[in-house]
């Protein structure tokens, strides 16, 4: 894939920090960069506009977690608008979780759909061939701890653990005193 058609895309901070942001398992980054390979040899291919579903591709997946699985499309789209991209990347993005959300309406908006799933399933494989080497399990770690969703869940976990721990141990030197 030639990068020049996303390398400002791929130097902006709301995509950089994407590699510390955890999805599917694996560094938000690498999934969307993925989709982006997909969309840029796809497109050719079922008569979209290159350029569109490529910087479609590479901002497709930014602030999922405001939203569902059926409506993040809808919140990408619109930081894609925020962010100065034209609508047909906005109308690409919107429904790149097809079937799970509207119905793609642009040529460019099907091979988003179709180039997505084809990256996600390679994100599971490559997460899976990373098990044996313990290679995905310390990225798991790693993006636990960057990721603010993640982290802030693991800091709770932490804090119940933590006041479990005290109760049982409240309640064991009680019965050991009676
Ligand atoms: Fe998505
Ligand atoms: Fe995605």
Not at 61 to 80: F, N, Q, Y
Not at 117 to 136: E, N, P, V, W, Y
Not at 146 to 175: C, G, N, T, V
Request: net charge positive; proline share 4%.
């Amino acid at each position: 894939m030639n990068q020049a058609c996303i390398a400002d895309l791929l130097a902006h901070p709301r995509v950089l920090e994407t590699h510390d942001h955890m999805h599917h398992s694996v560094p938000k980054h690498d999934h969307m960069l993925r989709v982006a390979r997909y969309a840029y040899f796809l497109a050719p291919l079922l008569g979209a506009d290159q350029r569109t579903s490529t910087r479609a591709a590479i901002l497709h997946d930014i602030d999922s977690r405001l939203g569902t699985l059926t409506t993040h499309g809808a919140i990408a789209a619109r930081v894609a608008a925020e962010l100065g991209e034209p609508e047909a990347v906005s109308l690409a993005i919107v429904s790149h979780m097809y079937p799970f959300g509207p119905r793609p309406t642009t040529r460019e908006g099907w091979v988003l759909a179709v180039a997505d799933k084809l990256a996600s399933f390679r994100d599971m494989t490559s997460f899976i061939g990373g098990l044996f080497s313990g290679r995905s399990l310390a990225e798991r770690r790693r993006l636990c701890a960057s990721d603010p969703f993640y982290a802030e869940r693991m800091a709770k976990r932490r804090q119940r653990r933590a006041m479990i721990s005290r109760i049982l141990l409240h309640r064991s030197r009680k019965a050991l005193a009676e």
